[in-house]
């Protein structure tokens, strides 16, 4: 029962990280129906910044955190316009293409400019690496401040997409973004404000791995983009509330296939569930099976 | 067509996953000098690639021990002359510039690269050729041995995994007390299994038990799921033989969650980043290791000023080992009848009470495996606190 709660608490810590990541994915998909490979990379950069932050200008978290985010909500924004808009009328394939290109591009450029070596956080502050125990359950402040800080920023989210005129105008573009232009709606700056929540999402997520894991690398990037995605699919892609589901779903399932079987089946057990999804449920756990014009 | 899509989606991302691990394009520019009045030692080392960092250090050790030996007259008079290459961490192209150093280049040794798997792929380029390979690094026990017959023209200057494995079980033992262990190896990683393998065989022919074995496979970060999964069973040690990459924020995440027992490892510890990624929690850690440097014998402080003053920086293992391999080498052509290959490979069987940085060693002719000391380096709160030689 202890191990089975300290599991469960270890899988929301994980399942937090793959949720702020399958939001920008969701929400891409959502708008422009691109799946942004060059998501995951953005949240590598993420780490980078809030690491330099923390390490070079001896920032705080939370400011290092807010930093990160609008650095990578920036960074969304200019893959957005240099390498998806001019895409935009073109086949779906040549957009998917370029965005791993773009993914290729951002893991290496950062490796040439701060190398392949892992790299490690600094010292955290006394409030982040106090432990709570509660029966012999342990929770460390750290998985706290992720799952709270990812809770927070989704329900941001939230108020953003339903309570705003921009959240108006993104669920507008996503419905039909022609009749949305015919209504006055600014359809080009509407995706890039998508890219941007979705980014600055991943870059939080980023900074979080960061303090939590204490170790990045360039290419930290490309595995949990990979889960990330598969959280989002078994939600539903498209779907903000699928993706919250579906990055805590693959969390838990992650913690227990390692916890009761063993680490080395977690990755092949995510991947087989999005094979089971695409099989039997396509358009994922929230979506309605909608037939397409073809 | 959603559904295509997202199929089409993830058959591409595998695809550009599998080019991520394609090699990058370098230049060579070796000196093809007359042979006659230098001594040529083929370097194909790791320059770069996944472990460059193994590959770059050992050779900035062999520089500083060529140099030394060139300032000091050569070899019987004829300087030493290094042609290197890089393997780009890549076995193929190991056995392909093994090849051309050998038939093209006439070297009189090949030394790398520095893992196991490159050190292997030059086995039969060696036999061929009759030119000794010689690795200062490669600790896969099978390398100099395989299913039983000795491949004559292999050598190295470190000791294998399974003394690492046994050494580390009977320090469990003896000094620690333990008669429990868990092991957490790196499923991945031949390094990793073969040391959990012999301190596995070694603990209980000391009458210990294992109560647990996990296993995680390399570029993991999240280990709080095993950790909590061992949490509840009593042990007495952990032996956690991996990179410092993984077993950092193993080591980390276990001190998290109110593991306290203590940690062995193996020389995959051997990095900075070690204390960098476990931070506060890096007490009660162990690991084994070919050299130290804060040993205190003349001959390893005057290396590390020597180091220091070439490099600007504290010479880590890979340094020390690449050093006492070029200078291995050395001293096995100038015993040598003649400078031929198969001359200087007898030479090097032959190698006795060597003394080099990493400890005095005598050559096994049976195994062509080095005779020599173990060091055992413990930290507590983040630094060294324990060094012993066993």
Redesign the interface.
């Given at each position: 029962m202890?191990?089975l709660a300290?599991?469960l608490i270890?899988?929301l810590?994980?399942g937090s990280i793959y949720a702020l990541i399958a939001l920008g994915y969701t929400m891409v998909y959502g708008i422009i129906?691109l799946?942004n490979?060059a998501h995951g990379e953005v949240y590598m950069v993420g780490a980078y910044v809030g690491y330099a932050c923390m390490t070079f200008a001896r920032l705080g978290f939370f400011e290092s955190l807010l930093i990160a985010m609008v650095v990578c909500g920036a960074l969304g924004v200019v893959i957005e316009r240099v390498a998806y808009k001019p895409l935009r009328d073109s086949t779906?394939?040549a957009a998917?293409?370029t965005a791993?290109g773009v993914?290729?591009l951002l893991?290496y450029t950062m490796m040439a400019f701060v190398g392949?070596?892992?790299?490690?956080y600094p010292?955290l502050p006394d409030y982040l690496?106090a432990?709570f125990?509660i029966g012999g359950v342990?929770i460390?402040a750290?998985s706290l401040l992720i799952i709270g800080t990812s809770v927070l920023l989704m329900i941001a989210l939230q108020f953003i997409v339903h309570r705003t005129r921009l959240g108006k105008a993104m669920r507008a573009v996503s419905m039909d973004a022609d009749a949305a232009r015919l209504m006055g709606i600014n359809v080009d700056n509407t995706i890039s404000f998508t890219f941007m929540l979705g980014s600055a999402l991943a870059g939080a997520a980023g900074v979080l791995?960061g303090v939590y894991?204490?170790?990045i690398n360039p290419?930290?990037g490309?595995?949990p983009g990979?889960k990330a995605?598969v959280a989002a699919?078994f939600g539903g892609?498209g779907i903000i509330p699928g993706a919250l589901i579906g990055g805590y779903f693959i969390g838990a399932a992650?913690?227990?296939v390692?916890?009761?079987f063993?680490?080395?089946y977690k990755?092949a057990v995510v991947f087989a569930i999005?094979i089971l999804v695409?099989i039997f449920r396509?358009?994922g756990l929230l979506g309605k099976n909608v037939r397409?014009k073809? | 067509m959603k559904r295509t899509a997202i199929l089409l989606a993830a058959g591409a991302l595998g695809l550009s996953v599998l080019a991520g691990c394609s090699a990058k394009p370098v230049t060579n520019a070796p000196d093809a000098g007359a042979a006659g009045d230098t001594v040529k030692i083929g370097l194909n080392y790791e320059l770069s690639g996944p472990v460059a960092s193994y590959g770059q250090a050992s050779v900035a050790g062999i520089k500083l021990a060529a140099e030394e030996i060139n300032a000091a007259g050569g070899i019987n008079g004829k300087q030493i002359e290094l042609v290197s290459y890089d393997t780009k961490s890549d076995t193929a192209e190991a056995t392909t510039l093994a090849t051309k150093l050998m038939a093209q280049d006439k070297v009189v040794t090949v030394i790398g690269p520095a893992t196991s798997g490159g050190m292997k792929a030059q086995i039969q380029v060696a036999e061929k050729n009759q030119v000794p390979v010689v690795s200062g690094s490669s600790t896969a026990d099978d390398l100099t041995v395989t299913n039983g017959k000795l491949n004559e023209y292999v050598f190295r200057t470190c000791f294998n995994d399974s003394f690492q494995g046994t050494s580390a079980a009977n320090y469990s033992s003896e000094k620690l007390g333990a008669t429990t262990a868990v092991i957490i190896k790196d499923n991945s990683n031949d390094y990793s299994k073969g040391l959990a393998t012999s301190f596995d065989a070694q603990f209980k022919a000391n009458g210990g038990s294992i109560v647990a074995e996990e296993a995680y496979a390399t570029g993991e970060r999240n280990f709080n799921s095993i950790l909590t999964k061992i949490k509840g069973q009593s042990f007495d040690v952990i032996y956690l033989p991996g990179y410092y990459e993984e077993a950092g924020p193993a080591i980390k995440q276990a001190r998290e969650l109110g593991i306290t027992a203590p940690i062995l490892g193996g020389d995959g510890y051997d990095s900075p980043k070690l204390a960098e990624a476990a931070g506060a929690g890096l007490t009660d850690v162990y690991f084994t290791n070919h050299y130290s440097s804060e040993d205190h014998d003349p001959k390893v402080v005057e290396f590390i000023a020597a180091f220091k003053k070439a490099n600007g920086a504290d010479p880590n293992a890979f340094n020390a080992l690449g050093y006492d391999t070029l200078k291995f080498v050395a001293d096995a052509v100038s015993r040598a009848a003649e400078p031929t290959g198969s001359a200087v490979k007898d030479a090097m069987a032959d190698t006795k009470d060597f003394v080099g940085v990493t400890g005095t060693f005598s050559m096994d002719p049976s195994t062509h495996n080095p005779v020599k000391s173990i060091v055992f380096i413990g930290y507590k709160d983040g630094v060294i606190a324990v060094t012993e030689k066993a």
């Amino acid at each position: 029962m202890e191990q089975l709660a300290q599991q469960l608490i270890n899988g929301l810590s994980l399942g937090s990280i793959y949720a702020l990541i399958a939001l920008g994915y969701t929400m891409v998909y959502g708008i422009i129906q691109l799946i942004n490979f060059a998501h995951g990379e953005v949240y590598m950069v993420g780490a980078y910044v809030g690491y330099a932050c923390m390490t070079f200008a001896r920032l705080g978290f939370f400011e290092s955190l807010l930093i990160a985010m609008v650095v990578c909500g920036a960074l969304g924004v200019v893959i957005e316009r240099v390498a998806y808009k001019p895409l935009r009328d073109s086949t779906r394939i040549a957009a998917l293409i370029t965005a791993i290109g773009v993914s290729l591009l951002l893991q290496y450029t950062m490796m040439a400019f701060v190398g392949a070596d892992v790299r490690t956080y600094p010292a955290l502050p006394d409030y982040l690496t106090a432990s709570f125990h509660i029966g012999g359950v342990v929770i460390s402040a750290q998985s706290l401040l992720i799952i709270g800080t990812s809770v927070l920023l989704m329900i941001a989210l939230q108020f953003i997409v339903h309570r705003t005129r921009l959240g108006k105008a993104m669920r507008a573009v996503s419905m039909d973004a022609d009749a949305a232009r015919l209504m006055g709606i600014n359809v080009d700056n509407t995706i890039s404000f998508t890219f941007m929540l979705g980014s600055a999402l991943a870059g939080a997520a980023g900074v979080l791995v960061g303090v939590y894991y204490n170790s990045i690398n360039p290419l930290m990037g490309v595995l949990p983009g990979l889960k990330a995605f598969v959280a989002a699919v078994f939600g539903g892609i498209g779907i903000i509330p699928g993706a919250l589901i579906g990055g805590y779903f693959i969390g838990a399932a992650e913690t227990l296939v390692s916890g009761y079987f063993s680490s080395l089946y977690k990755d092949a057990v995510v991947f087989a569930i999005l094979i089971l999804v695409l099989i039997f449920r396509p358009a994922g756990l929230l979506g309605k099976n909608v037939r397409e014009k073809v | 067509m959603k559904r295509t899509a997202i199929l089409l989606a993830a058959g591409a991302l595998g695809l550009s996953v599998l080019a991520g691990c394609s090699a990058k394009p370098v230049t060579n520019a070796p000196d093809a000098g007359a042979a006659g009045d230098t001594v040529k030692i083929g370097l194909n080392y790791e320059l770069s690639g996944p472990v460059a960092s193994y590959g770059q250090a050992s050779v900035a050790g062999i520089k500083l021990a060529a140099e030394e030996i060139n300032a000091a007259g050569g070899i019987n008079g004829k300087q030493i002359e290094l042609v290197s290459y890089d393997t780009k961490s890549d076995t193929a192209e190991a056995t392909t510039l093994a090849t051309k150093l050998m038939a093209q280049d006439k070297v009189v040794t090949v030394i790398g690269p520095a893992t196991s798997g490159g050190m292997k792929a030059q086995i039969q380029v060696a036999e061929k050729n009759q030119v000794p390979v010689v690795s200062g690094s490669s600790t896969a026990d099978d390398l100099t041995v395989t299913n039983g017959k000795l491949n004559e023209y292999v050598f190295r200057t470190c000791f294998n995994d399974s003394f690492q494995g046994t050494s580390a079980a009977n320090y469990s033992s003896e000094k620690l007390g333990a008669t429990t262990a868990v092991i957490i190896k790196d499923n991945s990683n031949d390094y990793s299994k073969g040391l959990a393998t012999s301190f596995d065989a070694q603990f209980k022919a000391n009458g210990g038990s294992i109560v647990a074995e996990e296993a995680y496979a390399t570029g993991e970060r999240n280990f709080n799921s095993i950790l909590t999964k061992i949490k509840g069973q009593s042990f007495d040690v952990i032996y956690l033989p991996g990179y410092y990459e993984e077993a950092g924020p193993a080591i980390k995440q276990a001190r998290e969650l109110g593991i306290t027992a203590p940690i062995l490892g193996g020389d995959g510890y051997d990095s900075p980043k070690l204390a960098e990624a476990a931070g506060a929690g890096l007490t009660d850690v162990y690991f084994t290791n070919h050299y130290s440097s804060e040993d205190h014998d003349p001959k390893v402080v005057e290396f590390i000023a020597a180091f220091k003053k070439a490099n600007g920086a504290d010479p880590n293992a890979f340094n020390a080992l690449g050093y006492d391999t070029l200078k291995f080498v050395a001293d096995a052509v100038s015993r040598a009848a003649e400078p031929t290959g198969s001359a200087v490979k007898d030479a090097m069987a032959d190698t006795k009470d060597f003394v080099g940085v990493t400890g005095t060693f005598s050559m096994d002719p049976s195994t062509h495996n080095p005779v020599k000391s173990i060091v055992f380096i413990g930290y507590k709160d983040g630094v060294i606190a324990v060094t012993e030689k066993a």
